[in-house]
């Protein structure tokens, strides 16, 4: 059993802020990814400095504005049925 959450959190941060860390395979590098791509680095350049696939990167940025967009509602009942429905 882990004794942090299986996903960062901001007491759980799993990513050193150096793009070329995302380079090295490792069980967290998935969170790592995510992390960069909440603080803002553009996709293009994340795929580049992991060389993971753009394609891929480019889907996880989706779901991270997803994210960031329910996380900005504060409750249930502030979402939106477009935001619900993914729209």
């Given amino acids: 059993e882990l004794s942090r959450p299986p996903y960062p959190t901001a007491q759980h941060a799993v990513w050193d802020g150096q793009l070329t860390s995302l380079s ?3 069980a967290e590098r998935i969170w790592a990814l995510w ?3 909440r ?5 293009s350049i994340l795929a580049r400095a992991s ?4 394609w891929f990167v480019a889907q996880m940025a989706e779901i991270v504005e997803m ?3 329910i996380t900005a509602c504060g409750t249930l009942d502030a979402l939106s049925p477009g ?3 993914g729209v």
């Fill in 51 to 54: 060389q993971i696939d753009p």
């Fill in 24 to 26: 090295i395979p490792r």
């Fill in 83 to 85: 935001l619900m429905a």
């Fill in 67 to 69: 994210e960031q967009a």
């Fill in 39 to 43: 603080a803002g680095h553009s996709p």
């Fill in 35 to 37: 992390e960069a791509l």
